[in-house]
């Protein structure tokens, strides 16, 4: 328990070392109408940490959580996201994950708002995804941050929905812009009935809600074809492309290659 204790205290200082040297960097996947027209990417953050190599958010997010580190480092996830979307020449959107954490403390929907001038985005480009337990705790305060944020004109998207216990009571709460079908359902569909008829009553529920609706990790044709069959709106996942530097997408955001180059250089 000791050596726990001490690696996971070494991990928190390595932490705070590393967002104060920027060893951070935003990973893009990108996100699809059914028929495969582009809409937009999700942010996923990487450690490129100078001695074990790119580091993905499940080996630190959650220390960075309960060290008060999401903070900062969700702020300069906001920050550099916004920047980024502002800068393409084709106006995608982009989503960005918000930790449970960032609705407890300080003032969430004000830091958007200065982000999104401080970038010039529009905030309609902007969309904040939430797993219910964003919700669990001060249920009171988590929605009236929902609202100030959807007043800004930013889109919410219920993330990794059927997960949960409650993600069906939440929807009551708060309305939504947005279903995202957890990726662990999407896996077996075509395979497992129990999939299908879970995959399939989502999206009769969103779309019973006036929600679009979307899949998560969509791997091979036939997923995204049984998918389409039952009207899914949208969909993310491998098949489409994986996390990468988005100077590796440069021809979806309408960047010139010598544009590409250079991100790839700074990054």
């Known amino acids: 328990m000791d050596m726990q204790l ?18 951070f960097v935003l990973h893009y996947q990108p996100q699809a109408r059914i028929d495969g027209r582009m809409i937009g990417f999700e942010t996923l953050v990487r450690w490129r940490h100078p001695s074990r190599g790119l580091v993905s958010p499940a080996s630190f ?14 702020e300069w996830i906001l920050r550099e996201a916004c920047r ?25 929907p004000g830091l958007v708002h200065s982000l999104l001038i401080e970038a010039g985005l529009a905030p309609s480009r902007l969309e904040v995804e939430i797993t219910e337990g964003v919700l669990i705790g001060d ?3 988590a929605l ?22 409650s993600s069906l009571s939440y929807l009551q709460l708060f309305p939504f812009d ?4 957890d990726k662990r359902f999407v896996a077996d569909v075509g395979q497992s009935e129990q999939s299908n008829a879970i995959v399939r009553a989502v999206i009769g529920l969103g779309h019973g809600l006036d929600m679009p609706v979307m899949a998560e990790g969509v791997e091979t044709a ?11 709106d949208e969909f993310q996942g491998y098949l489409l492309g994986p996390p ?4 590796e997408y440069a021809e979806l955001v309408g960047e010139p290659p010598r544009v590409k180059a250079s991100v790839a250089r700074a990054g």
């Not at 997010?61 to 969700?74: D, K, M, R, T």
């Open 6 to 23: 001490r690696e996971r205290r070494a991990l928190q200082d390595d932490l705070r070392a590393a967002i104060g040297r920027g060893e």
């Open 61 to 74: 997010i959650q220390v960075a959580e309960e060290s008060g580190l999401i903070l900062p480092l969700g």
């Open 84 to 108: 980024e979307a502002a800068s393409w020449e084709t106006p995608l959107n982009i989503a960005v994950n918000l930790s449970p954490v960032q609705f407890r403390h300080g003032d969430l």
């Open 139 to 141: 249920t009171a305060r």
């Open 144 to 165: 009236s941050i929902l609202r100030r944020l959807k007043a800004l004109g930013v889109r919410i998207a219920m993330d990794d929905f059927g997960t949960g216990y």
């Open 178 to 181: 947005k279903i995202k079908i």
């Open 222 to 232: 036939d997923q995204l074809a049984f998918l389409e069959g039952e009207a899914c």
């Open 244 to 247: 990468r530097p988005i100077a």
